[in-house]
Nanobody
């Protein structure tokens, strides 16, 4: 089992930045970030392996950056140039087997989420 605890969400104005964190109870092969807006499904944003290989969804490339501190088992997501449409609950996910997928079913472990609200 892996426990994931997100933090760092909040309310910002459009154009602002936030840094999300996800503390994991142990290391895993893959970690990633997803988000879910009200009334919509959970969508993948970015993933990273323990070796540092990353993938990004097209709609966040150049604005969001994923990083990981392996010594602390902590995942980060830097959110820049935020837009009102980025408003959502942001979730940390992890898996021991595969990486790079946007399918929710491919991640065995999930955090409780942290809310990001962007006002215009």
């Amino acid at each position: 089992q892996v426990q994931l605890v997100e933090s760092g969400g909040g309310s910002v104005q459009a154009g602002g930045s936030l840094r999300l964190s996800c503390a994991a109870s142990r290391s895993t092969y893959c970690m990633g970030w997803f988000r879910q807006a009200p009334g919509k499904g959970r969508t993948g944003l970015t993933t990273i392996t323990g070796a540092g290989s990353t993938t990004y969804a097209d709609n966040v490339k150049g604005r969001f950056t994923i990083s990981k501190d392996n010594a602390k088992n902590t995942l980060y997501l830097q959110l820049n140039s935020l837009k009102p449409e980025d408003t959502a609950m942001y979730y940390c996910a992890a898996d021991d087997v595969r990486c790079g997928s946007w399918s929710v079913a491919n991640y065995a472990y999930w955090g409780q989420g942290t809310q990001v609200t962007v006002s215009s």
